[in-house]
């Protein structure tokens, strides 16, 4: 009877409890203490997650469990509301599918065979094949690659800690362009639009209305609700663009449309002079480059009739300067992309609309009001939360790509974020030397980069790829260790910088106590796993409470009214602008060392001979039989993702090819009808959405279908996977290049 | 039956649906006999677990092929067949839904509660069935019976078959034999 033995010892030998496998997690208690653990219905404000925006939010929670998320309503910038997305974190946090337990590979890559190990075995299993790397190839051979959120900082303290200078983020796969226009023309990328004060707004693409962040949403609403034109160049009629005027432009010529607009304004006198005088430098460089981008060259080039340049510029400078054009968010489309957003910002300053209402601004967070003797005393920097560290070992070898190294190309690409495209290129080529380790934080290289099957053959090549992710992502799916974060409203984060016209700082905080017990919070995961990798000491931080009450203290906010109220913001302070009441007061954009802002750029000039001022690349449009490839947002999912949680699954699970329906026609394609989609060796399958709604020579689809983890059930092999199709070319500032695939479409 | 013997059968199938461990997954062959003993009519499955005994023996091997199977069917990403009763009994489809407090509520009336360093939710199959071979060891008949009633039975009747035609060794034929015992 050895039965009876085994499960009769472990029924009957332990006391009340069961101690056998699993078991034991029942456990006797009075009724006193089940009365003392009663809870009474709660709201806790925090900071959503759903996407990068970061927008304030309430979480109502009844009996311990979160019931509705909404907008905080003590917000003004958001008016107390959430979009979809927000509300949809709910259905993320009791999700079934979530990752609960770390995880070990047991079978082959991407044959998904896993085992659940303890944090100590995931953690020790990392630790000496990073102890391994190091030995054999270097720190630097070690990867970091993460979206960009304000707990990315702890993953991030782990490279740092080892000397890897190798650490991205996901911006060279979105906004990248954008950054190094705004650090090249102002010397820092903290500069914002004051779009609800604006008379007339001009956007390239930026779909507002689809990649939603909910206070610039609501700033376009109030600009427009308030008569201001909204002028949308776009391939593809956007939301956005049904919301205004659309202006069907020919992929990858924005840039002359620009130019053009600078032409007219200059030649018309239509810019702020005084203006481009005292705050600029370089302006003649400007006049010289777009003396020849007539009208007439612009309506060749982006297929817009130069009655229609000329009546959108002077319309547009007829505003001034309460206007802008928009300097975009997903920016990636073209290998030099950056030179069309720097002219966006140059056309903004020769509207004069710095620092007015309307225009763009410095973001007011503590430390810029510093130097206004009547804003200073509004509000005080936060400090720093980590507490003492040794000084971290310096990168024996530079980044492998090459970013920040003045008077290079190099120059162009962000430290901070970084060529991520190279880490691919880095493992499969060894140049300049090989990448060994690939460890990533909440980001999906496989469906957010460009290639993907690129990107998975250089997974085979890895000694280690570690994923920490709420999902079983695509990129998990090939790793070594899968290690589960918690959600959002489960975890503390450090503090937020959300400022805007007046300065605003917010708290990630837990909503509810762990779902998944064996889940953890970044912050502890990289604090754990560095103390196994023994260098614990640069985390010298008890908890997040005690980080963020260092961080809060030099501000003087007490800890506990931020986990009152979620935010603060100065509540007697009215919106600053620098140039508000005198157009000539001082207005250098922070960190701008010379306190004038570049229209020709000294520092690119000195790496890219003849690129310091905006120059025109003329690119190749799609031949007979071909489309341009672009991709875009909805307003129901985020990037990569959110395809999987249940409520925005259900709202939109998959997507489509939209096609133009007279070319369509042409291919003897109907709405509905499945298609194959050829770009060079790749193919993906899809459905065609027939419609008027996008120029004849481009198609389109939204981004971050096409899954290909099992492990991601609902959104598994539904849609089109857009960075299938798209080749891993790195763009001149390090940035994925989107939009100059051309692609085949065959009816099936 | 006696209440010894109903008792050691609801935690067999509790240590089998709980997540693989080597206590367990190393004494499977003697599961399998208690299952022979007690239940009828269960030869197909009992065969099928017997010929998995004999493939894989107790150790490595055999545990990280449990895993294999039980991660996707149970844990994490696809899950084939959630063990939360929340998922089938309180309309969302989600976890911590109102049959997860119904049963918390339960087993609060009957004295216990889910412990501080609990690793599964309060309505996970294994943990539900972890309460019935308590209240069974502690001759609670009454409450059984009632728990069996107002919240095993249902979310079985919807649990098992997913396991059962998902075809997953082991799992497969154990939801077969549970099928066999409770739901007849």
Redesign the interface.
């Known amino acids: 009877m050895r039965r009876r033995q085994f499960l009769k010892g472990a029924l009957y030998g332990t006391g009340s409890m069961i101690a056998l496998g699993g078991c034991g997690s029942l456990t006797k208690v009075d009724q006193k203490t089940l009365a003392a653990n009663q809870i009474a219905e709660k709201t806790v404000y925090s900071t959503c997650e759903m996407c990068t925006s970061r927008c304030t939010m309430a979480a109502k929670v009844r009996d311990g469990k979160v019931i509705k998320i909404e907008g905080n309503p003590n917000d003004s910038s958001t008016a107390g509301t959430v979009c979809a997305r927000g509300s949809a974190g709910v259905s993320l946090l009791y999700d079934p599918q979530r990752i609960k337990k770390p995880m070990i590979r047991t079978g082959e890559r991407g044959t998904g065979k896993f085992k659940e190990v303890s944090w100590d075995e995931a953690y020790t299993f990392i630790a000496d094949k990073v102890t391994q790397i190091q030995q054999n190839y270097g720190p630097e051979a070690i990867a970091f690659a993460s979206r960009i959120n304000p707990q990315d900082a702890f993953f991030r303290q782990i490279a740092k800690a080892i000397g890897s200078p190798n650490t991205f983020s996901h911006e060279a796969t979105c906004p990248m362009t954008k950054t190094t226009a705004l650090e090249m023309t102002f010397g820092n990328p903290w500069i914002a639009a004051d779009y609800g004060n604006a008379k007339y707004i001009i956007t390239s693409g930026r779909n507002f209305f689809e990649g939603i962040h909910v206070s610039m949403v609501k700033g376009v609403m109030k600009a427009v609700q308030n008569g201001a034109k909204l002028v949308v160049l776009d391939p593809r009629f956007s939301v956005t663009a049904a919301k205004g005027e659309w202006v069907p432009i020919k992929g990858a010529t924005d840039l002359a449309f620009f130019m053009a607009m600078a032409n007219i304004m200059i030649k018309e006198n239509l810019y702020d002079k005084d203006f481009i005088e005292n705050y600029t430098e370089g302006f003649d460089k400007w006049v010289e480059a777009v003396k020849d981008k007539t009208p007439e060259w612009a309506e060749k080039e982006t297929g817009i009739p130069k009655e229609k340049i000329i009546e959108i510029t002077r319309d547009f400078a007829a505003k001034r300067p309460n206007a802008l054009v928009e300097f975009g968010w997903r920016t990636p489309w073209t290998p030099n992309d950056y030179q069309c957003r720097r002219a966006i910002l140059i056309i903004n300053l020769m509207m004069g609309n710095w620092e007015v209402p309307g225009g763009y601004y410095q973001k007011k967070g503590a430390g810029v009001l510093q130097p206004f003797p009547d804003q200073a005393g509004y509000a005080k920097p936060t400090g720093g939360g980590y507490g003492p560290m040794p000084p971290a070992p310096k990168p024996s070898k530079g980044r492998i790509d090459g970013a920040g190294v003045k008077g290079t190309p190099g120059i162009l690409i962000p430290v901070a974020d970084g060529a991520v495209g190279q880490i691919p290129e880095s493992i499969l080529t060894e140049k300049p030397y090989a990448i060994k380790g690939w460890l990533v934080h909440r980001f999906n290289p496989v469906i957010s980069m460009t290639e993907s099957e690129r990107i998975i053959e250089s997974f085979k090549k890895l000694d280690l790829l570690v994923t920490c992710d709420v999902y079983m992502t695509d990129t998990a799916y090939y790793s070594d260790v899968v290690l589960p974060e918690c959600t959002y409203l489960e975890r503390y984060e450090p503090i937020i910088d959300q400022s805007g016209l007046i300065p605003k700082i917010q708290l990630r905080q837990p909503v509810v106590p762990l779902v998944y017990p064996d889940t953890k919070p970044a912050w502890l995961i990289y604090k754990e796993l560095g103390q196994k990798m023994g260098i614990g000491d640069f985390f010298s931080f008890k908890d997040m409470e005690e980080f963020l009450e260092r961080q809060l203290k030099p501000s003087g906010i007490a800890f506990d009214q931020m986990k009152e109220k979620g935010f603060w913001s100065p509540a007697d302070m009215k919106p600053f602008y620098m140039r508000g009441k005198d157009p000539k007061a001082p207005a250098a954009p922070s960190l701008n060392e010379k306190g004038k802002m570049h229209i020709f750029s000294h520092e690119i000039e000195e790496a890219i001979p003849g690129q310091g001022i905006p120059v025109y690349t003329k690119y190749p449009q799609p031949g007979e039989g071909e489309f341009r490839f672009v991709q875009g947002k909805v307003a129901v999912h985020t990037n990569a993702g959110t395809h999987n949680v249940p409520v925005l699954n259900e709202l939109m699970p998959t997507n489509s090819l939209w096609i133009n329906s007279v070319s369509a026609t042409k291919l003897g394609i109907k709405d509905g009808d499945n298609i194959v989609i050829t770009a060079g060796k790749y193919e993906h399958k899809g459905v065609a959405k027939v419609t008027e709604a996008i120029r004849p020579d481009t198609v389109f689809c939204y981004h971050g279908f096409g899954r290909i983890s099992p492990g991601l059930k609902r959104a598994y092999g539904k849609g089109i996977n857009d960075n299938k199709l798209i080749p891993n070319a790195i763009g001149e500032s390090g940035n994925v290049v989107t939009s100059m695939t051309f692609v085949k479409i065959r009816k099936v | 039956m006696k209440e010894?013997t109903t008792?050691?059968l609801y935690?067999?199938f509790?240590?089998i649906f709980?997540?693989p461990?080597p206590?367990?997954v190393n004494?499977l062959e003697?599961?399998i006999?208690?299952w022979e003993e007690e239940i009828p009519d269960i030869m197909e499955p009992l065969a099928a677990l017997k010929k998995f005994c004999q493939i894989y023996a107790p150790g490595e091997t055999r545990?990280?092929t449990l895993?294999?199977h039980y991660?996707?069917l149970f844990?994490?990403?696809?899950?084939e067949a959630?063990p939360?009763a929340s998922?089938y009994l309180s309309g969302?489809?989600?976890?911590?839904?109102t049959e997860t407090?119904a049963v918390q509520t339960f087993?609060?009336s009957a004295?216990?509660?889910?412990?501080e360093?609990?690793?599964?939710?309060p309505d996970h199959l294994?943990?539900e069935l972890?309460?019935l071979?308590?209240l069974a060891?502690d001759g609670e008949e009454v409450l059984l019976e009632n728990f069996r009633q107002k919240h095993l039975i249902p979310f079985l009747t919807k649990i098992l078959p997913r396991i059962k035609n998902g075809s997953r060794p082991v799992y497969s034929s154990v939801a077969q034999i549970l099928q066999s015992w409770q739901l007849g």
């Open positions: 010894s008792a050691e935690l067999s509790a240590t709980h997540r461990h206590e367990v004494h003697e599961l006999e208690l545990i990280n895993w294999e991660i996707p844990e994490t990403g696809s899950v959630p939360f998922i969302d489809g989600l976890v911590l839904g407090i087993y609060n004295g216990y509660a889910m412990g360093k609990a690793e599964q939710l294994a943990i972890e309460f071979a308590l060891r």
